[in-house]
């Protein structure tokens, strides 16, 4: 069973950086899709970005051109680089991992991701 733990949250000023990791640890699945959504209270998780077995990565609009999802180690870890934050950046950022086929593997799917971590704060102030 896949077990994930984040790390890297913080606070940053608007416009800054951070990089954001999930370390995955357990057996991994053959097709596996892995992605970082975000969520703040009061409001339904969104997704923010995905990686699918093939390496294929996608980006929902708010964050394309400034966060970048990777992985070290043929997905022992995760990353999210996210560059030029803005205050709506704002939230509790969750590493999440689904064992779905490449075309499955979108921030829109959110309900195939069954394995969870515990989430990291990442706050933007002005």
């Known amino acids: 069973q896949v077990q994930l733990v984040e790390s890297g949250g913080g606070s940053v000023q608007v416009g800054g950086s951070l990089k954001l990791s999930c370390a995955l640890s357990?057996?991994?699945?053959?097709?596996?899709?892995m992605g970082w959504f975000r969520q703040v209270p009061g409001k339904e998780r969104e997704g923010v970005a995905t990686i699918d077995s093939d390496g294929k990565r996608a980006y929902a609009d708010k964050v394309k051109g400034r966060f970048t999802i990777s992985e070290e180690n043929v997905y022992d870890i995760l990353y999210l680089q996210m560059s030029t934050l803005k205050a709506e950046d704002t939230a509790m950022y969750y590493c999440a991992a689904a064992d779905v086929e490449p075309h499955f593997c979108s921030v829109n799917h959110l309900r195939l991701f069954g394995t969870w971590g515990q989430g990291t704060q990442v706050t933007v102030s002005s």
């Open positions: 357990g057996s991994k699945p053959a097709k596996i899709c």
